[in-house]
């Protein structure tokens, strides 16, 4: 099976602009999640979809949405870029299901974006 | 609030030796508990998961994790350590439900030296 992927892999954007980054789960996983990660912050949760809806979000301005498709492939958009939005923007996808008295929600990384603001 | 800890920045062993990343953490209710590794200019790779069950767990490329309920603890091990283990290495923490948040630690450097 194909990995996580992420699109663009890098990205320099000016403070004021707009960014959406993508994300394509592995086949067959229905839930994917976002992190932020930072040297000063560390891995931070965004937000988690799970058949086109939010199921959870963490603690992050408005500035940040994101969308998932019926294709369970997802977005992520920030607006009016801060100098501070520069980070390493993961991704994630887990099958989040339980069968069998097994748990499956093991969440698998993409690369991620590398998001320089200047 | 879940947490958890990762006392130390960074970890230095020799190639050959034992190690031991540590983490400790705090929820409550039962955890879900998780290893990743990440290398330079990757994402993370899972390595290991405790949902329940067995306190050691096994998991990729030799790794391994013992669940200590007692001192809330989740230490990653190994019996060798390679120089290709040399990475960062985070613990994570999930709510005991379907939902996909992991709550990481800040993270430890692990240094092998040949």
């Known amino acids: 099976k194909a990995g996580v992927t992420q699109t663009p892999r890098y990205l320099i954007k000016t403070r004021g602009q707009q960014v959406t980054l993508s994300c394509s789960p592995i086949?067959?996983?229905?839930?994917v999640s976002w992190y932020q990660q930072t040297p000063g912050q560390g891995l931070q949760f965004l937000f988690e979809y799970f058949s086109e809806t939010q199921r959870n979000k963490g603690n992050f301005p408005g500035r940040f949405s994101g969308r998932q498709f019926s294709n369970s492939r997802s977005e992520m958009n920030v607006s009016t870029l801060e100098l501070g939005d520069s980070a390493l923007y993961l991704c994630?996808?887990?099958?989040?299901?339980?069968?069998?008295?097994?748990?499956?929600?093991?969440?698998?990384f993409g690369p991620g974006t590398r998001l320089t603001v200047l | 609030a879940q947490s958890v800890a990762q006392p130390e920045d960074q970890v230095n062993v020799a190639e050959g030796n034992p190690l031991t990343v540590k983490c400790t953490y705090s929820v409550s209710g039962n955890p879900y508990l998780f290893w990743y590794v990440q290398y330079p200019n990757r994402g993370l790779q899972f390595l290991l998961k405790?949902?329940?069950?067995?306190?050691l767990v096994k998991g990729s490329y030799g790794f391994e994790a013992e669940f200590n309920k007692s001192q809330t603890s989740f230490h990653l091990k190994k019996p060798s350590a390679l120089v290709s283990d040399s990475a960062l290495y985070f613990c994570a923490v999930s709510p005991n439900t379907g939902f996909q948040k992991l709550v990481f630690g800040t993270g430890t450097r692990l240094l092998v030296s040949p």
């Open positions: 086949s067959g996983h229905r839930s």
């Open positions: 405790y949902i329940t069950g067995d306190n």
């Open positions: 994630a996808s887990s099958p989040s299901r339980t069968s069998g008295g097994s748990t499956y929600n093991e969440q698998f």
